[in-house]
């Protein structure tokens, strides 16, 4: 079956630690996003990658990194300069259809204790 | 600047229409986008529309005027898992959305 995995669902850190989010897709898409969701808020962008070993920095990428060596996984690390790290984060892919549709992982709960 | 604007909170019962707003306000508009979010899980793609007018599909439908920033989602025959937030989202450069920040609907029997 086509589609996107982030793992784990749950993650629990201690302050101070890096974390990394997996997200993998297998529906051949060129482009990857990461999105942050807050209680109450709409989705907020942290990086976003339109294509293999090239990406941009979203509208709050500050105190996260990312990396795409390839194309179907698009990793994210939360470090330890991100104030406010415990939140719900998506991940979504997109192919080249006119329409755009985003296509959402299950989502990584973070908690930092 | 980039504004979203969709109600916070929405109830409505069983059986019955409603329907949600959004409007905004962008630097850019590659079509408008609406997504079901269910609590802790993902969104779910329902509509898009690049036109204007109305697009429908099943019990839910969705408009879209341009000129206006407007675009309503329109939901027939609430059933009771129809309950979740619903997502407004412009599309933009990169294929990037800009979401609103939800409409958090809850349907009473």
């Known amino acids: 079956d086509g589609g996107i995995t982030q793992s784990p669902k749950y993650l629990f850190r201690k302050e101070g630690q890096n974390v990394t989010l997996s997200c993998e897709q297998n529906?051949?898409?060129?482009?990857m996003y990461w999105y942050r969701q807050d209680p109450g808020q709409g989705l907020r962008l942290i990086y976003y990658s339109q294509i293999v070993n090239d990406f941009q920095k979203g509208d709050i990428a500050e105190g996260y990194s990312v990396s795409r060596e390839k194309k179907e996984s698009f990793p994210l690390t939360v470090t330890s300069a991100q104030k406010n790290p415990t939140a719900f984060y998506l991940c979504?892919?997109?192919?080249?259809?006119?329409?755009?549709?985003?296509?959402f992982g299950p989502g990584t709960r973070l908690t930092v204790l | 600047g980039q504004n979203i604007d969709q109600p916070t909170e929405m109830t409505a019962t069983e059986g019955a229409i409603v329907q949600i707003n959004c409007t905004y306000q962008?630097?850019?508009?590659?079509?408008l986008f609406w997504y079901q979010q269910h609590a802790g899980e993902a969104p779910t793609f329902l509509s898009y529309n690049v036109l204007d007018g109305l697009e429908e599909k099943g019990r839910f439908s969705s408009f879209l005027s341009r000129s206006k920033g407007y675009s309503y989602l329109l939901l027939k025959e609430l059933q009771m898992k129809d309950s979740a937030s619903y997502l407004c989202?412009?599309?933009?450069?990169?294929?990037?959305?800009?979401f609103g920040q939800g409409t958090e609907l809850s349907v009473k029997p």
């Open positions: 529906l051949n898409h060129d482009a």
């Open positions: 962008t630097s850019g508009f590659n079509g």
């Open positions: 989202a412009v599309g933009n450069q990169g294929g990037k959305l800009i």
């Open positions: 979504a892919s997109r192919g080249t259809s006119l329409n755009y549709e985003q296509f």
